[in-house]
């Protein structure tokens, strides 16, 4: 086998390809958690900063479909209404991308896993914010660093990103649509910054490569439910998804 395939277990690579056929069933079902599922899985088998660069390319791969699911120009426009967030993501994450040796992990996980759970409890008991489309730079900037920041450090932007735009009670394919644009530039920033910082490189890539066709085998079984459920139970379905990844966030960093 080339590369780090290698030197794992056929039972840690067959647990690996299971991870990522969840992780594809849930991205096709809410449109995002994939990188959540594939770092929190991997890493309780592999090394983190393996377990991150086995993300990245089925990560990348993914949104791309997702993001051109309704077509090119679909997604332009996305770009078009997104530009600000997606830029100031773009360079945070670029920035926090070195900072993967640095920062104590527990802090992070704390600082993204507790403020979700509380968001998506308060949403699932009948709270619901609404934000104006605009108006609101200063939110959008903030929103967006804090994705881009702890997207480059651990992988992880889904959760601040879909707050947000449930926040602005975007449609539902809308959202998928969004989604899709907004993580597909993240990660092919993510690919960038690890590519730099050594994370990605010939020999760890093809693990990542290995992780690509079970990814979207399991999108394509997610994206079935989703077309089948309405905007009140997609809405549920991605809170729910939010408190899990939010309180498995948090368990990471308290054990």
Same mark, same amino acid.
């Given at each position: ?5 290698a ?6 690579l067959?647990c ?9 069933v849930?991205?096709?079902l809410?449109?995002?958690?994939? +990188?959540?599922v594939?770092v %929190? !899985?991997?890493?309780? @088998?592999?090394a983190p900063?393996? /377990?991150?660069a $086995?993300? =990245? ?29 997606l ?24 600082m993204i ?15 619901q +914010?609404?934000v104006?489309? %605009? !108006?609101h730079?200063? @939110?959008?900037?903030g929103?967006g /660093?804090?994705? $881009?920041? =702890?997207g ?7 959760p601040?990103?879909v707050a ?8 539902k394919?809308?959202?998928?649509r ?13 690919t ?7 994370v ?7 693990l ?14 997610g ?14 379905a991605t ?10 966030l948090?368990?990471?960093a308290?054990?």
């Amino acid at each position: 086998m080339p590369g780090i395939l290698a030197e794992l277990s056929p039972f840690i690579l067959l647990c690996a390809v299971g991870i990522a056929v969840l992780s594809g069933v849930i991205k096709g079902l809410v449109g995002f958690a994939m +990188p959540m599922v594939l770092v %929190s !899985g991997l890493g309780s @088998l592999i090394a983190p900063e393996l /377990a991150l660069a $086995g993300l =990245i390319v089925p990560t990348l791969l993914a949104n791309g479909v997702q993001a051109l699911a309704q077509g090119p120009q679909a997604a332009m426009q996305s770009v078009r209404r997104f530009r600000l967030f997606l830029g100031i993501a773009f360079v945070m994450l670029l920035l926090s991308a070195q900072l993967v040796a640095v920062v104590p992990t527990q802090v992070l996980l704390l600082m993204i896993g507790g403020p979700i759970i509380v968001f998506a409890i308060l949403q699932l008991a009948g709270w619901q +914010p609404r934000v104006a489309d %605009s !108006g609101h730079r200063g @939110l959008e900037i903030g929103v967006g /660093a804090f994705a $881009g920041f =702890i997207g480059g450090f651990s992988g992880i932007w889904g959760p601040p990103t879909v707050a947000y735009l449930t926040a602005l009670g975007t449609e539902k394919r809308e959202q998928m649509r969004v989604q899709g644009v907004i993580y597909g530039l993240g990660a092919v920033a993510l690919t960038l910054a690890h590519i730099g910082s050594g994370v990605l490189n010939t020999k760890t890539v093809w693990l990542s490569v290995l992780l690509l066709p079970p990814a979207l085998v399991g999108m394509w079984i997610g994206k079935q439910g989703q077309d089948r459920i309405d905007q009140k139970a997609f809405r549920r379905a991605t809170l729910l998804v939010l408190l899990v990844a939010g309180l498995n966030l948090v368990r990471r960093a308290l054990l």
